[in-house]
């Protein structure tokens, strides 16, 4: 097996000079002010926020397509290697184009075709005195009609677990590169910058802690006192987690967060 080369540089930058763990730090901090943080002892550690912080992301990955951007990436195909591992940012590939039809005989393969040729010279090169768009229309559908018969698609399965990427061939030839159109993941510096999931993300860390100090707090129902104890409010702080939570999804089903929403499926 080998590995594609990844060219997805430009859309994983960084869009600020700060580090993960300053943004982090940043968001915990928010988490705690407005769990009231220094008006009162909130029964954290630093291990709860990274919990909910990583389970935060987690979900957002699993629910918004915000969460990925779509890439092209440049592949070379190698003579009888039909598995290729992708790299891990890949969470799912749409298609493979290929340059040419039929065989693979290297990167300068090629498929001579006359009429296409003539259609090039007589109608495409000069569409002022000849052909138009109903002559353009029947030569991509000819292209096409071409590229089905003869190879110019490539089958394929993807395992978006382990990356790897079967093309359904045997390559006779080594040196041709495919393009290969599919999804990323976004860096989690860059989904906390991003004015719609670094909001969601933040607002998912709260509702994760509020749940988990309900859940200390609500083993003991109160705490003995000379005024006759003090009573804990964990059930009611499960409650506004729980209630947070819907929200939240509600709020992914809305597109608050800057995805896309689902287009028409013929069919």
């Known amino acids: ?31 705690r002010l407005r769990l009231g943080d220094g008006i009162i002892d909130l029964e954290l550690d630093p291990q709860h926020y990274e919990a909910a ?22 592949m070379t195909v190698i003579k009888n290697i039909y598995e290729y591992t992708l790299p891990q940012e890949f969470v799912n590939v749409r298609a493979i184009f290929r340059r040419t039809v039929g065989l693979e005989s290297g990167p300068a393969s090629s498929s001579f075709d006359p009429f296409s040729s003539a259609i090039l010279n007589t109608y495409l090169l000069n569409y002022n005195y000849a052909g ?47 393009l290969i159109w599919g999804d990323i993941q976004r860096d989690e510096i860059v989904l906390l910058q991003d004015p719609g999931s670094g909001v969601w993300i933040t607002d998912w860390i709260l509702a994760t802690l ?47 967060d800057n995805s896309q929403p689902l287009t028409w499926i013929q069919g």
């Open 1 to 31: 097996m080998t590995t594609a080369t990844n060219q997805t540089a430009s859309i994983l930058a960084t869009p600020s000079s700060l580090s993960l763990d300053e943004i982090k730090q940043a968001i915990f901090q928010n988490v």
């Open 53 to 74: 912080y990583n389970y935060a992301i987690k979900v957002y990955r699993q629910r918004a397509q915000n969460s990925t951007a779509e890439t092209y990436t440049l």
């Open 132 to 178: 138009g768009m109903a002559t353009y229309d029947f030569y991509a559908g000819y292209v096409e009609l071409a590229a089905r018969m003869f190879g110019g698609y490539v089958i394929y399965t993807f395992d978006p677990v382990t990356k790897l990427l079967r093309i359904v061939r045997d390559p006779k030839g080594t040196g041709e590169r495919v």
């Open 210 to 256: 509020k749940g988990v100090i309900g859940e200390a707090r609500e083993k003991f129902g109160s705490i003995a006192g000379p005024q006759g104890g003090t009573t804990l409010n964990g059930a009611q702080m499960k409650a506004e987690a729980k209630a947070l939570q819907e929200q939240l999804i509600n709020e992914l089903k809305a597109y608050v």
